[in-house]
């Protein structure tokens, strides 16, 4: 009777011994498959962002170059272009220097864009809209280019938002300031001091100081 209670004991302790074993590999098969289902979750979120990151990097560009054709556009319509022997030059030709003109701001505006709240994106578009005020007030387009900068990190500074930065800078620019040129009434700007900067000559002058 011993016997048969020992035989009974270690094929009871053997069935345990398979029960935990078949455990064990049905934990580790688990355990494989919860991290081959983590790796591919972080897989997915890779190619996700990947995506993401690609298609910003597309739209990005798309808006860098429509900026350097508007702003090239306004070049050739207002400003009078010389070839290399100092003739005006007009149509095609005017538009291929201007593309060069807007090929150089647009790479100081990058450049701007890590020195300032305001994103290249930004700085561009109010930039374009400065241009047409800037040359008709007898800046050139570094000069436009630097007082669209200066006065973005002034509009920064009162909390102006980065949307409104185009509106602020044409109004002081062309001398058409109303209640909504905030930057302008804060700095104590009228139209009659911008008016006569630009017909002495020292519009820039005035607002870089």
Aim: net charge neutral.
């Amino acid at each position: 009777m011993r016997n048969d209670l020992t035989f009974r004991i270690g094929a009871e302790l053997g069935g345990i011994k398979g029960a935990l074993a078949s455990l064990k590999k049905d934990f580790g098969s688990v355990t494989t498959a919860m991290k081959a289902l983590l790796a591919g979750f972080v897989a997915l979120q890779g190619v996700q962002t990947l995506g993401q990151l690609v298609r910003q990097g597309v739209e990005f560009n798309a808006a860098m170059e429509d900026a350097r054709l508007g702003i090239a556009s306004i070049i050739a319509s207002m400003a009078k272009l010389r070839d290399a022997q100092g003739q005006i030059s007009e149509g095609p030709e005017a538009l291929n220097i201007a593309l060069d003109l807007a090929d150089d701001q647009m790479r100081k505006l990058r450049i701007a864009g890590l020195e300032t709240a305001a994103s290249t994106r930004e700085l561009a578009a109010a930039f374009q809209q400065a241009i047409g005020p800037g040359l008709s007030a007898g800046l050139n387009l570094d000069q436009i280019r630097d007082l669209t900068v200066q006065i973005t990190q002034a509009a920064t500074a009162l909390g102006v938002p980065t949307n409104q930065l185009s509106q602020e800078i044409r109004a002081i620019l062309s001398g058409e300031i109303d209640m909504n040129a905030r930057v302008a009434r804060t700095l104590g700007l009228t139209n009659e001091m911008v008016k006569n900067w630009q017909r002495q000559g020292t519009l820039v002058q005035e607002l870089s100081k």
